[in-house]
């Protein structure tokens, strides 16, 4: 089977690092976009890579060779912008972002969390509109009545 690569930021959190084992239980090659490498303390089949994301080079070097990427703003930060044209520019074909339960699709944010994580959502589509990767991927979505939608039991979670 070819295995996809997948470059996760904040791979050494509370979302990142339990993606990162499952990712790599289920076969996925794993990258991991992270400010200090040195002190990730992830499994060795995991290739670290990072620095200062401002840096030159630095998220072309982690998006280089990756099929998908799964975006946490909290851990990306003020780089956002900077990973989604890198990772356009990279070829990278699918981006996943973590988002929140407080955005609101059709209106006016609430919350600054809503209004941070809306942006993101936006800007992510408008590089796919543009006809350029990555296409967005309707992850899971919260359900009022069965909380969070899974992925089919027995299916790889990157497919």
């Given at each position: 089977?070819?295995?996809?690569?997948?470059?996760?930021?904040?791979?050494?959190?509370?979302?990142?690092?339990?993606?990162?084992?499952?990712?790599?239980?289920?076969?996925?090659?794993?990258?991991?976009?992270?400010?200090?490498?040195?002190?990730?303390?992830?499994?060795?089949?995991?290739?670290?890579?990072?620095?200062?994301?401002?840096?030159?080079?630095?998220?072309?070097?982690?998006?280089?060779?990756?099929?998908?990427?799964?975006?946490n703003i909290g851990a990306?930060?003020?780089?956002?912008?900077?990973?989604?044209?890198?990772?356009?520019?990279?070829?990278?074909?699918?981006?996943?972002?973590?988002?929140?339960?407080?955005?609101?699709?059709?209106?006016?944010?609430?919350?600054?969390?809503?209004?941070?994580?809306?942006?993101?959502?936006?800007?992510?589509?408008?590089?796919?509109?543009?006809g350029s990767p990555p296409?967005?991927?309707?992850?899971?979505?919260?359900?009022?009545?069965?909380?969070?939608?899974?992925?089919?039991?027995?299916?790889?979670?990157?497919?």
């Amino acid at each position: 089977m070819n295995q996809p690569t997948i470059l996760v930021t904040g791979a050494t959190g509370n979302v990142g690092r339990p993606l990162t084992d499952r990712l790599l239980a289920e076969g996925a090659r794993v990258r991991a976009l992270t400010r200090a490498p040195a002190a990730a303390a992830l499994p060795p089949q995991v290739d670290v890579s990072g620095g200062d994301y401002a840096a030159p080079g630095v998220l072309a070097a982690a998006a280089r060779g990756a099929n998908a990427v799964f975006v946490n703003i909290g851990a990306i930060r003020g780089s956002l912008g900077d990973l989604i044209v890198t990772v356009r520019d990279e070829g990278v074909s699918r981006i996943v972002m973590l988002s929140s339960t407080t955005v609101r699709d059709q209106d006016e944010q609430e919350y600054a969390l809503g209004a941070q994580h809306k942006a993101a959502e936006d800007a992510i589509k408008t590089c796919a509109a543009a006809g350029s990767p990555p296409t967005p991927w309707p992850g899971p979505k919260p359900s009022a009545s069965t909380g969070w939608s899974a992925p089919p039991t027995g299916r790889p979670a990157w497919r």
